[in-house]
């Protein structure tokens, strides 16, 4: 009777004790990759082995479960508890398999993942994305340096938002990128040529995680913001294409370009080639924020002309709503 017994609670895991769970989240979970089950059968082990008062391995089994559980949902929310359990353990599984390996590497990488998916809330505010970047690149960059941990752990069973997930060094250029990049968008508005100088080596950094979508943005934008031109109104020097100057349509014409040229002034002020002239941002919106107020007044003036024409209507219904009654009642 016995071996039908053990045969059973083999089969269905009901009755197994702690080292039993254990063995079986492996052979019925992680092997066959079936990981949200493998996370399942490591905390009910977790709870046999602090009952039975043993705490190293109910705390192993419990890092496995989350660690299991991350790599089956994605939730970030197993992080935080995965690397407090983790920084009292020496050793862990390595994913997939039995083998053992020193928990730094898995912590130190679940720890830029930490900080990755805060930049995903960030993404709408330049400076605290630019301060998570730097604090992702400086922690990849002590990964990257260790000769042991520069291959990643996790990334292959959960992929990056965004950037390369081969190896802890293409991750560091990575959030060099996007720090610089986000550097060059706070001085903007300041400081275009500062700000280029960063996108310069947003740009250095792209290339070097063969990262093409950002490499070609941070070029297509460092071309926009070196572009100068003079002011077709105001006739002032602006550099930053489609930041502090745009280029307008308007009639020109090889007269207005000689004009320009006798005038010794700077012909790049206008295309002739696509219609269209040099105008500084303070010059184009005050054209615009006229013309708005403009087009109010007169939308005012046409509303009042309108509810006088439609009371004139109303009244002239009423008439004939009443004449039609008269002649109703003859």
Request: aromatic share 8%; with cysteine.
């Amino acid at each position: 009777m016995s071996g039908f017994f053990n045969k059973a609670k083999q089969i269905t895991g009901v009755g197994l004790d702690h080292d039993e769970l254990y063995a079986r989240a492996f052979e019925k979970g992680v092997l066959l990759n079936k990981f949200g089950d493998a996370a399942d059968m490591f905390d009910k082990a977790s709870k046999k082995f602090a009952e039975n008062g043993d705490p190293a391995n109910a705390a192993r089994a419990a890092a496995n479960s989350l660690l299991y559980r991350y790599l089956a949902t994605h939730d970030v929310n197993a992080l935080v508890p995965l690397l407090q359990i983790l920084q009292g353990l020496p050793q862990i599984e390595q994913i997939g398999s039995r083998e053992l390996m020193p928990v730094a590497p898995l912590a130190a990488e679940l720890d830029c993942r930490l900080v990755e998916a805060s930049i995903v809330g960030a993404q709408n505010d330049r400076a605290r994305s630019r301060d998570l970047h730097k604090m992702a690149r400086d922690r990849f960059d002590a990964i990257r340096r260790n000769p042991l941990t520069n291959s990643l752990i996790t990334y292959s069973y959960v992929r990056a938002d965004d950037g390369p997930n081969d190896r802890a060094e293409m991750r560091f250029y990575y959030h060099d990128g996007m720090f610089n990049f986000y550097e060059a968008m706070t001085k903007k508005d300041i400081d275009p040529s500062a700000a280029s100088d960063d996108l310069v080596k947003a740009n250095g950094s792209f290339k070097l995680c063969s990262y093409q979508k950002w490499e070609l943005h941070t070029k297509k934008l460092l071309d926009e913001w070196l572009d100068s031109r003079t002011c077709w109104i105001c006739h002032r020097d602006i550099q930053g294409k489609d930041l502090h100057f745009s280029m307008c349509h308007a009639d020109v014409t090889q007269y207005t370009k000689e004009i320009l040229r006798k005038a010794r002034e700077d012909s790049e002020t206008i295309d002739i080639a696509k219609q269209q002239i040099a105008v500084c941002t303070p010059c184009g919106s005050m054209i615009t924020y006229k013309a708005e107020q403009e087009a109010d007044k007169i939308r005012r003036e046409f509303n009042t002309r309108i509810e006088e024409l439609l009371n004139v209507i109303r009244i002239l219904d009423n008439r004939v709503s009443h004449l039609e009654r008269m002649s109703h009642h003859h």
